[in-house]
């Protein structure tokens, strides 16, 4: 929008000649204003000097970035004072911060009777300060009589004239301060880009840092992927003038100064105390009382929280807000994340040279070197080496029926299972596409056998568990060999595993064993005694067990088959009524507990829906709700009653929510956000005792329900995929539901709103898979028990 494009047309016939001259001479003048506040200021005391008929006027400022509004306000003839204005926004009732589109008059009933007295005014005008692209607040004026045609007409063109003039003076700011920033933050990446070495990046940020905060010690915590843990590899003290290296690692993030940054992803500045009898530890630790100011910035890259720098100083307060360049100090620290990132990615990838992180084993060319080796050291030793090559048989139809992430997750499936059937000492490694190498160094040829038919039957009897809940079996074909008795160089080795397998390939779920490829002779009492031990754990197995191994069982113990028998029918008869009447107790015991559990969980959702009444009915629409989405995903029974079971709970934060928040009119705060943040893990924490009967995936869903698809949410800021799904779905159904409810500030949605609500939070809020399936839900009416307006 520009100048132009004011609706001149309605004030040139007026006949106002000298209003219009006013008007005209004062909109250059305050387009050339280059200050957010003068703007403001003149534009406020020009409308009330052009209708004089308006007893109140002020703008209604909206600052995006803090999520905060201020007001400037212009009665009796002149500005309201800083505190005035304060006083005047803490009171004005909530209906005055909803969206405005549109200019609105208000009068008559539509007014809280105390508005009358606050403002000085019988009806209230509201107009939009906005370009095309950004909202900059309202006009809020007010008079005892409707103006005039032409002054509303005038009110809104002052309006648009003073959202240019904001635009502009917004725009100078921006360039003023991008233009300092950006000498500074050229300078770091410059720097940052001359090495991939740790320390010498960390001295390189200190350097800089100088530029822009007053620091007498840097300390610098790095995070593993896991995040559980933080080690301090440097430390800079101002008297040493240097930094060092300090050797703390596995260091625990709970509890520390650093978890509140890194799970805000934001700079906190304070005062903690942290001390451990490591006087390694005190040595560079800035949490004490020798640094009265504190700040920990979170370094981020990639929207990965990979640290946190700790700075000390001195000084008192010299971290307070408003004395601290807090978008110059993230931009730097986020080149250093990333500059420490690369750092790590490189030195990642020089130790995964030998290892195929993807599957999580190793590669083709350790397979290669290390086969060398190991025949090397069976020589050397005189000792057998196995050799088993194992070929997944179906990757091809679980890549075309479930995606290739599917095929991924059974390669690692199969690798984990691999995986338990072998020693500790024993190599398996990626040979190519859905082919392993199994080296067993120091094995003997009954050996070889039992491992590879083992491993086969592992794999065919345990199949993949998609997130979905489905079932994929899978199963593989294996050749072994051994040597030196089949070959004694790798070349050959793998030859001739690979040519048993190519045998055992064509029937599939084959072990084919040695040069001539035979089938593996091994006895059954060597196959499963692992399984017969873990089939024992289980009571109603027990008597199936001992049908099937009865006749080794006699030969184990020995003696008169007779004697024996009676006195083992006797035994186990007196044993199996004793089990099965525990087995009854504890079936009983966990109804009860079932059912407690269900209970409780009614009484919490009721004991908020009492506090908030207007929250009434909303978990009985949770639980049809996530039920719904969990049927059409078609997740498994067991996920659907986790779900359930977070429904019931989803509201419990609220309880927490001190009362002044929720009383608080206006935009909420940092402070308010900060609290409201910290919620999830305080929830979480209520619950960790109840733990045996709320499952992992319901805690999850429940902590994790606020965070949104774009990484914008909280606690953690999780992105995409990173949010566990149960989370994922527990949170747009909330939205949803809230929705269909009245709120003491808003009435309920229409359906239509809903919609759309989902249509432009589909990939920023909510899951756009998720998303799309409600959208289509409500349009088949499939969700009218949310009683939309």
């Known amino acids: 929008m520009n100048v132009e494009e004011l609706d001149f047309g309605t004030l040139s016939n007026s006949g106002s000649n000298t209003k219009l001259s006013e008007f005209l001479t004062f909109a250059p003048v305050l387009l050339r204003v280059q200050n957010q506040r003068v703007v403001t200021e003149l534009a406020i005391t020009a409308t009330a000097d052009l209708i004089p008929d308006l007893s109140f006027c002020s703008l209604l400022n909206i600052d995006e970035t803090n ?23 803490s009171q004005l009732p909530p209906w005055l911060f909803y969206p405005h589109d549109q200019p609105e008059v208000f009068k008559g009933d539509k007014l809280a009777n105390d508005l009358n007295i606050l403002l000085g005014a019988k009806v209230i005008y509201i107009v939009p300060v906005r370009t095309p692209t950004r909202t900059f607040g309202y006009f809020l004026a007010g008079s005892d009589q409707q103006i005039k045609p032409v002054d509303w007409s005038y009110l ?47 001295n390189s940020f200190i350097a800089r840092l100088h530029n822009v905060v007053s620091v007498e010690r840097v300390t610098l915590a790095l995070l593993p992927p896991l995040g559980e843990t933080y080690s301090l590899p440097f430390c800079w003290d101002g008297p040493l003038g240097r930094s060092r290296r300090t050797y703390l690692k596995n260091l625990t993030l709970a509890g520390s100064p650093f978890e509140e940054a890194i799970q805000r992803q934001e700079i906190v500045t304070g005062n903690w105390e942290s001390r451990r009898a490591d006087e390694k530890f005190n040595e560079v630790n800035i949490f004490s009382p020798d640094f009265p100011s504190q700040m920990i910035i979170p370094l981020i890259a990639k929207r990965k929280v990979v640290g946190a720098i700790a700075l000390g100083s001195k000084d008192v307060d010299i971290y307070q807000e408003g004395r601290i360049r807090r978008s110059l100090l993230e931009k730097l620290a986020a080149l250093f994340a990333l500059a420490l990132l690369n750092s790590r990615l490189y030195e990642e990838k020089q130790l995964s040279a030998e290892f195929d992180s993807r599957i999580g084993v190793y590669n083709h060319d350790f397979f290669d070197r290390e086969l060398t080796a190991q025949i090397r050291r069976s020589r050397r030793d005189e000792t057998m080496l196995g050799l088993m090559m194992v070929d997944m048989d179906n990757l091809k139809m679980v890549n075309d029926k479930y995606g290739h992430l599917a095929g991924d997750e059974a390669l690692r499936h199969i690798a984990n299972m691999i995986g338990r059937c072998v020693r500790a000492t024993d190599v398996v490694a ?53 040597c030196p008795d089949d070959a004694n160089t790798p070349r050959d080795l793998i030859q001739q595993a690979d040519a048993a397998m190519y045998i055992a390939k064509q029937s599939r779920n084959q072990v084919r064993i040695g040069t001539n490829a035979h089938l593996p002779h091994v006895s059954e009492i060597e196959l499963t005694t692992t399984e017969n031990t873990e089939k024992l754990n289980s009571p109603e197995n027990l008597t199936e067990w001992l049908a099937e191994d009865y006749e080794r069982f006699l030969l184990w113990v020995g003696g008169n088959r007779d004697d024996i028998e009676s006195k083992i029918l006797h035994e186990l008869n007196e044993r199996l009524q004793e089990t099965n009447e525990k087995l009854n107790e504890s079936n009983n015991r966990n109804a009860q507990l079932q059912a407690g559990l269900w209970s409780g969980l009614k009484a919490v959702a009721g004991i908020i829906e009492n506090r908030e009444p207007y929250l009434a009915g909303g978990a009985k629409k949770m639980i049809k709700l996530v039920r719904l989405i969990g049927v059409k995903i078609n997740l498994a029974p067991e996920a659907i009653l986790d ?4 429904a019931w709970l989803s509201n419990l934060g609220r309880v927490l929510i001190p009362e002044s928040i929720l009383k608080y009119q206006g935009k909420l705060n940092d402070t308010h956000w900060q609290r409201i943040r910290q919620i999830p893990q305080d929830v979480v924490g209520i619950l960790m005792p109840f733990d045996q009967l709320l499952s992992p995936s319901s805690l999850i869903a429940i902590k994790h329900q606020r965070e949104n698809f774009d990484g914008s949410g909280y606690p953690l800021g999780l992105v995409g995929e990173e949010i566990p799904l149960s989370a994922r779905i527990l949170g747009i159904a909330s939205a949803l539901v809230a929705m269909s409810q009245d709120r003491p500030f808003r009435s309920r949605r229409t359906k239509a709103v809903g919609q759309r609500q989902l249509e432009r939070g589909a990939g920023r809020q909510f899951d756009p898979v998720l998303a799309s399936l409600l959208i289509n839900q409500l349009a088949e009416g499939q969700l009218d028990f949310l009683d939309f307006a």
């Open 67 to 89: 999520n905060s509004y201020s007001l400037t306000a212009h009665r009796n003839n002149h500005l309201l004072s800083q505190e005035e204005n304060q006083q005047l926004l």
């Open 156 to 202: 809104r063109s002052l309006a648009e004239l003073t959202a240019i003039a904001l635009d502009n003076a917004t725009r100078f700011d921006d360039l003023k301060e991008a233009a300092y920033e950006m000498g500074l933050v050229n300078e770091m990446a410059g720097s940052l880009a001359a090495s991939l070495n740790g320390e010498e990046l960390f």
């Open 643 to 646: 779900l359930e079971a977070a």
């Open 430 to 482: 990626r040979y190519g596409g859905d082919e392993f190498g199994v080296m067993l160094p120091g094995c003997t040829p009954t050996g070889l056998e039992v491992v590879a038919e083992k491993t086969r039957r592992t794999i065919s009897s345990t199949p993949l568990i998609l997130e979905n809940g489905e079932q994929v079996a899978l199963s593989v074909s294996i050749g072994a060999v051994l």
